[in-house]
């Protein structure tokens, strides 16, 4: 089970940092991602960390202002999103990444920019 | 604008199967077999239903299908019940620099 959490309204130019608690699986073992979606829109993948933390990937054009991290004593990840804009508001999902499927989803948390 | 190209919309009687499209190019879609599908209910996450192609996790009815054929990955729903009534997306792994693509997305009404 994944659970996020930190959505909410936040102001153009402003940050975010979303949490993702997982649960059931044992979390060191698994990519973890985030894909976005917006209102009436198609999914998004957004970012994807490796198991250890150490390899990150992010989608080319999210010029550098979305930063993926994770804590496995905690069996959480996050996702910051800085400098913000109205594009970016969205539903925003975190998922156990395998073999470019994702395999479980957290129900989302909601991020409105305005 | 997403990477990979879904028809907006399909539909099908209960019973009857239905096809839904994803094409890509050689970049994703028809370079390597990571196309996954997920099913999505209004106001709920996407689940995984159809992984690596043609593979359904424990749990999805067979009647989801998946296969592709050069760039164009389909999935096919047999049987159609009035639950399959959902969005359908399309994803692909699309190489080190894109990672993951999705399509737009598939509405699928029973009739």
């Known amino acids: 089970q994944l659970v996020e959490s930190g959505g909410g309204l936040v102001q153009p130019g402003g940050s975010l940092r979303l949490s993702c608690v997982a649960s059931?699986?044992?979390?060191?073992?698994?990519?973890m991602a985030w894909v976005r979606q917006a209102p009436g829109k198609g999914l998004e993948w957004v970012a994807k960390?490796?198991?250890?933390?150490?390899?990150?990937f992010y989608v080319d054009y999210m010029e550098g202002r979305f930063t993926i991290s994770r804590d496995n004593a905690k069996k959480s990840v996050y996702l910051q999103v800085d400098r913000m804009r109205v594009e970016d508001t969205a539903v925003y999902y975190c998922?156990?990444?395998?073999?470019?499927?994702?395999?479980?989803w957290g129900k989302g948390t909601t991020v409105t920019v305005s | 604008q997403s990477a990979l190209t879904q028809p907006p919309s399909a539909s099908g009687s209960p019973g009857q199967s239905v096809t839904i499209s994803c094409t890509g190019t050689?970049?994703?879609?028809?370079?390597?077999?990571?196309v996954s599908w997920y099913q999505q209910y209004p106001d709920k996450a996407p689940r995984l239903i159809i992984y690596?192609?043609?593979k359904r996790p424990s749990g999805v009815p067979d009647r989801f299908s998946g296969s592709k054929s050069g760039n164009t990955a389909s999935l096919t729903v047999s049987g159609l019940q009035a639950e399959d009534e959902a969005d359908y997306h399309c994803s692909s792994f699309g190489g080190d620099n894109r990672h993951v693509v999705f399509g737009g997305g598939t509405k699928l009404t029973v009739l």
């Open positions: 998922a156990l990444e395998n073999f470019f499927s994702m395999r479980v």
């Open positions: 690596e192609v043609n």
């Open positions: 960390i490796k198991p250890d933390g150490s390899g990150k």
């Open positions: 050689s970049s994703d879609v028809g370079g390597y077999n990571y």
């Open positions: 059931g699986f044992t979390f060191n073992d698994y990519w």
